[in-house]
C-alpha cells in the first residue's frame, strides 16, 4: 500500500525545499518554482506564490531603455509580481540614467552587472526601500558629490564586489534604522568604516566585513556599535608596504568587543599569512572575554564560497 504524506506536511516540506531569495539563489528558485508549480495542484499555489515573490529584469543601454524598464514592470505585475522585490540587471554606461527607476512599493533591490565606468547611480529609489544589494564596479566622482540613499526605512544594505571609492560609504547616510550592513570584497581603501556617518548611534545588529586588501583596526574595532550581536569577517591582505593597513590590536591595550555580541564568524581566507593567524587568536579570546561564539569557516568550500547574505539570514539580519 502506498503511503502519502498529508498535504500539510508536503507544503511545508516545499516551502523548505525552495531557496531563500538571496542573489546566489535566485535564479534557482526561479526554476524549481515553476518546476514545483506542475508537480501536484496541492503544491502549484505555494510554488506560484514564492515565484511571485521577486522579479528579474535585465536592460542594456539604448534611447527606449527607460520605457522598455516601464513595460517590463507592468508585465511582471500583470502575472502576478507583488511589487516588493526586483533583481535589475544592467549593462552600458547610461542604462540608470533615468528620473524614475522603481515602483514606489518596492521594499528590496539587486542592483547588480553595472558595467566598469558610468556616470551615476539611481537618485529616486523609493522611499519604502528596505533592503538594498548593490553589486557597483566603479563610480564617477560625481556620484559622491550628495548622499544619494537617504531611505527612511532602509535596514539593510549590501555592497558587493569592488567599488573602488575611498569615500563609498558616504553615499548611504546611516539611518537610525539600519540593522544589517554587509560589506562585501569592496575595495574601499584607507579605513574603510571610518567613513560610516554616525556610527555609534546605527543600531546595527548584523556586520559583515570583506575586504581583499583592506583589513579593520584598533580603532574601528573599538568603535563598533554598541549593539552589535553577530559579526562576521573576512580579513583582507594588505600590501607589504602599506603600514597603515596592517593589523594594529594584537598588541596591549587589549582588543575588546561590544558586549552585546552573540557570535563572531571568522572566515579563513584561501592564503593564510602570520597576520592571520594572529588576528584569529586575538579576535577569539575577545569574544569569549564577552560570552561570544566563535566559529571559523572556509572562505570556499567544495567550489562555493562564503554567502554573506545566506550567513546574515541565517543570524537574522
Known amino acids: 500500500m502506498t503511503v502519502t504524506l498529508p498535504v500539510e506536511l508536503q507544503q511545508y516540506i516545499l516551502e523548505l525545499a525552495i531557496p531563500p531569495p538571496t542573489q546566489p539563489s535566485l535564479d534557482e528558485r ?28 535585465s536592460l542594456e543601454s539604448g534611447f527606449y531603455q527607460a520605457q522598455a524598464f516601464r513595460r517590463s514592470l507592468l508585465a511582471a505585475s500583470k502575472a502576478g509580481w507583488n511589487g516588493r522585490r526586483l533583481e535589475l540587471r544592467v549593462s552600458g554606461i547610461t542604462a540608470l540614467n533615468w528620473p524614475t527607476v522603481c515602483a514606489s512599493s518596492l521594499e528590496e533591490l539587486w542592483l547588480t552587472r553595472v ?60 539611518a537610525r534604522t539600519l540593522t544589517t550592513l554587509l560589506i562585501d570584497g569592496a575595495e574601499l581603501g584607507g579605513s574603510p568604516l571610518a567613513n560610516v556617518q554616525d556610527w555609534q548611534d546605527t543600531p546595527l545588529r548584523v556586520l559583515f566585513f570583506a575586504t581583499p586588501k583592506g583589513v579593520l583596526n584598533r580603532q574601528e574595532l573599538l568603535a563598533l556599535p554598541s549593539t552589535l550581536q553577530h559579526f562576521a569577517y573576512l580579513p583582507g591582505t594588505p600590501a607589504k608596504d602599506d603600514p597603515s ?50 566559529d571559523v569557516v572556509l572562505e570556499e568550500k567544495n567550489g562555493k564560497r562564503f554567502s554573506a547574505e545566506e550567513w546574515a539570514m541565517s543570524v537574522g539580519g
Not at 40 to 51: D, G, V
Request: aromatic content about 10%; overall charge positive.
Open 115 to 174: 558595467v566598469d565606468r558610468w556616470a551615476s547611480v539611481p537618485h529616486n529609489l523609493p522611499q519604502t526601500m528596505k533592503k538594498l544589494h548593490c553589486t557597483l564596479y566603479e563610480l564617477a566622482t560625481s556620484s559622491m558629490t550628495d548622499p544619494l540613499y537617504n531611505f527612511p526605512a532602509l535596514e539593510y544594505l549590501h555592497l558587493r564586489l569592488p567599488t573602488r571609492h575611498s569615500d563609498c560609504l558616504s553615499m548611504y547616510p546611516f
Open 30 to 57: 526561479v526554476r524549481l518554482c515553476k518546476t514545483f508549480s506542475l508537480v501536484h495542484r496541492a503544491w502549484t499555489p505555494i510554488a506560484q506564490r514564492e515565484l511571485r515573490e521577486h522579479c528579474g529584469i
Open 245 to 294: 593597513a596592517r593589523y594594529d590590536f594584537a598588541t596591549p591595550p587589549f582588543l575588546t568587543l561590544p558586549d552585546s555580541l552573540r557570535s563572531m564568524t571568522f572566515i579563513t581566507p584561501q592564503r593564510m599569512s602570520i597576520d592571520h593567524d594572529i588576528a584569529l587568536s586575538v579576535l577569539k579570546i575577545a569574544a569569549k572575554n564577552v560570552g561570544a561564539r566563535f
